[in-house]
Each structure stands twice: as C-alpha cells, then as structure tokens.
C-alpha cells in the first residue's frame, strides 16, 4: 500500500470532545487498606471503543491474519530520545518498559506491569509462538539537536529512525528488535494532539535500508495533556486541569500520561508488528488492534464514561499496576482473546 495511505491510517484514535456529560468529582471510597481503590467518575471520552464493546464481545471479531508476531527472547527496544529529555523522564519511561519482564529480579507485587502484559503474550503465530514476555532495552539514541527539526511529519519520522541507525553503536536489529520514538514536550507531530497521540507501524526499505517495526509516542504535557494525558487533565470544558483530573502516579502530567499510550503502542507492536497478524475489522488499512478496543479503561466497571476502578496510594496518586524499584503506573487494559474482553490485572473479578 502506498506510504501515504498508510501513513494516514495506523494510529490511535482519539475521542472528539461532543456529546460529554458533564464532569464530576472522582468519588473515593476511604477503605482502611492501602492503597485504596476508587472509581473515579471522569466523563466518556466520546468514540471510546471501549465503550463500544463493553460487555459486548459479539460484536468483536479479531482474528489472525497469518503474519508474525513479536515472539522473540527476548524483544529488544531501542529506544530515540527526540528532544530535549530530562534524566528522571527517562529513567521513567526505561522503568516501565523493565517493569514489563518476568524475568526481572526485582519484581513487582500484584496488579503489576508484568500480569498486564500477560494479556499480550496470549496472542501467538502461525507456528505457535506467543508473543514474548521478555522484554530489554537494547539500545539508546539520544537526538539532542533535533536532526529534523521541531516539527515532525510521518515521513520525517522515519528519517529520525534512519538517522538513528546510522550511529554507532545504535544498531540495525531487523530480528528482534523495535524502535520507540519519543518526541519531548516542545516537538510537534503531524496528527499530534488532533488525531493521535502515538502510532506504530514499519520502517520502509527505501527509507531505512530495512523494515523495522516502530511507534512514535510524544509527551504532550505542553501541547495537549486533555487530550492525550487523560484523566491526567481534563479539557478546558470540564473545568481544565483542575479538580476533576487525576493526580498522575509520578507526578509528571506528561509522561505518566504518554506511558498508557506507550502500553497501547507497544501492545499493538507486539501482537501486529507488521500490520498482517491480530486486528479486528475487515479493511487492513483501518485495523483495530488490541490496544484500541480497550481505550480509556483502567479499571473493573469501566466503559460509559468511567475509567473504571483503579487505586489511589496514600498521596492521592492514582495508579492501577505496580512496577519495577516500586514505581506505580496507569495503564489501559487490552483485549484479552482467553476472556474475549477487555482484562487488566486489576480486575476486581
Ligand atoms: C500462549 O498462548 C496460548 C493461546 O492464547 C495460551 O493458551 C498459552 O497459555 C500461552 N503460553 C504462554 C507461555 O504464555
């Protein structure tokens, strides 16, 4: 297909601010233990197919459209700092992606980063491989000086990656590895903020010299934190970032809200890394993968307008799965195909 359809076409989609009641306070229930849960009663975020589906599982039909997944041991990430990059944002988003290993020594008590991605590594290939539950940090690129300046397109994207792989000792990994492209808080993206807040899709050979899986994901702590580090911030409508919004888990409104959307990217990497293994709907240029049929759930209950229940820690950080170093997270739940529904590991059933 051409670059430019599917350029256009591979990205998560975001909600258009109509038809939103209106917001109210989260309710928090004072349990006795710690941390407590709550059911924070955010208004819908409108075209959430999470709310679609709820509780409507008929009406998704994902299938397996015969290509690989991610099934490496482990799958290496390499991650490119575009921008300027504080050392805390980064050691935060590495603890995320290290959360996500069984293998880590460390290891997180239940709901944790690790039991959410159980859900992924239940999609396999044609040969039986499941998705990996291993997952490194294989490489860095930082990209201080904005090689392609502050404005990014998809195409130029690419060229980042291109760039990236061209510096030693950044490798070229085509056997197991992904490439992350992080965008900090002063880099605009095409689509960025108005149609989507990450995307993942394949390098080009004519581009890169190789097809390399990928995701973009940038922090919009500055540009667009309503939009794409909900409920970390609401919309102006509701009231801004006021007192409706969730207190982020590490207190970062920007990057706690990009690593839901880094979940979602990387779950939908994992399990469609070229675009022809797992989505539901018939038209390949459109895939609804497992990541967007989930959108904006976090918790049991969820859909209709509430994220669901998640847990608050003793500060009122909201969180929903533990990680590595006792680092919290907010993640968005996935599509489970054992339970064929939307499953977190902080699920009340
Ligand atoms: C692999 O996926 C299958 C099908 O979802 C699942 O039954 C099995 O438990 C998975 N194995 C591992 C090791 O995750």
Known sequence: MSMSMS??????FLFAHSAIAAATAP??????????????????????????????????????????????NPINIYLIWYGRWALPQKLLIKDFLLSISTTDLRAAPSPSVAEWWRTVSLYTDQTGANVSRSVVVAGEHADLKYSHGNHLTRLSVQQVIANAVRSAPFPVDHKHGIYLILTSEDVTV????????????????????????????????????EVCAYPFALP?????????????????????????????????????????????GEDPTAPTEIGDLCEGLYGSGGGGGYIGQV?????????????????????????SPELKACSGPNALD
């Not at 350029?7 to 998560?12: I, Q, R």
């Not at 999470?50 to 994902?62: A, I, P, Q, R, Y």
């Not at 993942?200 to 500055?222: E, R």
């Open 27 to 72: 309710t928090v229930q004072t349990l006795t233990t710690s941390p407590s849960l709550f059911n924070p009663k955010l208004p819908p975020r409108a075209l959430s197919s999470s709310k679609k589906f709820e509780g409507s599982s008929d009406l998704v039909h994902l299938r397996y459209h015969m290509g690989p997944v991610l099934s490496s």
């Open 236 to 280: 102006a409508y509701m009231g801004g970032g006021g007192p409706g919004a969730l207190s982020p888990p590490n207190r970062d409104v920007g990057v706690d809200g990009m690593i839901s959307v880094i979940g979602h990217e990387l779950a939908e990497l994992a399990s469609n890394p070229l675009v022809n293994a797992w989505y539901a």
């Open 190 to 225: 095409q689509d960025f903020c108005r149609a989507v807040c990450g995307f993942h899709y394949f390098t080009f050979p004519s581009m890169v010299g190789y097809t390399l899986p990928y995701a973009w994901i940038g922090n919009s702590g500055k540009q667009c934190p």
């Open 7 to 12: 350029s256009s076409l591979f990205f998560l």
């Open 311 to 335: 847990m608050k820690d003793g500060e009122g950080r909201t969180f929903n799965v533990n990680g590595r170093k006792g680092r919290k997270f907010l993640v968005q739940w996935l599509w």
